[in-house]
């Protein structure tokens, strides 16, 4: 248990549909991140908020919409995706980015299927 | 964009033996970190390494960074099943964004 927790763990959707992904870190962090594993693909930094602000966005398509309401939680809303977004999406946390040292604590992902 | 890039893609070893990756990445970095992943998991962070250090260890893992290559290396001594794994470095360019590269898959032959 990392202390990230992520619902659902997997989710299958059609293109119109809209959906929304949860993350949520119990280990008092200060900033949360998205990312994308697509197969044979290194990890794409999607989002970064740091402080509930978004400090990073990794030219992701606005089909994907982030939402961080607080430091603990952090959402991914989905609408009209297609079959390449197909994926497993990570959610992190990182204490206090900007120090220098900053390690990664991942939710076990939601494995994303668009059909 | 800078990014790590692991060597070999995909290592299958004896149970016992050391298994090594290596990664290389394109820019000066602040650190460097490996980081471990069982199928359809979450990462794990295993080790950073600072750009001021040459080599580090922690349990049967041993890091080493070698910033005038702009490669680093990971070796797990004495293998075990377990370590069956997809391991990613993944570098920090003081810029606050952690980038990973593509991984090596590792298999642990009993």
């Known amino acids: 248990e990392t202390g990230v927790t992520q619902t659902p763990r997997h989710l299958v959707m059609g293109m119109t549909n809209k959906k929304s992904l949860k993350c949520e870190q119990h280990?008092?962090?200060?900033?949360m991140y998205w990312y994308k594993q697509s197969a044979k693909k290194p990890l794409e930094l999607m989002f970064v908020?740091?402080?509930?602000?978004?400090?990073e966005n990794n030219s992701v398509p606005s089909r994907f919409s982030p939402e961080c309401p607080n430091s603990s939680h952090l959402f991914l809303h989905l609408h009209t995706l297609q079959p390449e977004d197909s994926a497993l999406y990570l959610c992190?946390?990182?204490?206090?980015?900007?120090?220098?040292?900053?390690?990664?604590?991942f939710g076990s992902g939601t494995q994303l299927s668009v059909l | 964009s800078q990014q790590g890039e692991e060597d070999p893609q995909a290592l299958s070893i004896q149970e016992g033996e050391n298994a090594t990756m290596n990664c290389s990445y394109k820019?000066?970095?602040?650190?460097l970190q490996w980081y471990r992943q069982n199928s359809g998991r979450g990462l794990v962070h295993l080790i950073l390494?600072?750009?001021?250090?040459r080599e580090k260890h922690s349990g049967r893992l041993r890091v080493t960074l070698d910033t005038s290559k702009k490669s680093s290396s990971l070796l797990i001594t004495a293998s075990r099943a377990a370590d069956t794994a997809s391991y990613f470095c993944?570098?920090?360019?003081?810029?606050?964004?952690?980038?990973f590269g593509k991984g090596t898959r590792l298999h642990i032959l009993p």
């Open positions: 820019t000066s970095i602040n650190n």
């Open positions: 992190a946390s990182s204490q206090d980015p900007g120090q220098g040292e900053e390690k990664l604590f």
């Open positions: 280990l008092g962090h200060n900033a």
């Open positions: 993944a570098t920090d360019a003081w810029d606050d964004k952690i980038i």
């Open positions: 908020y740091n402080f509930k602000e978004q400090t």
């Open positions: 390494i600072r750009s001021n250090e």
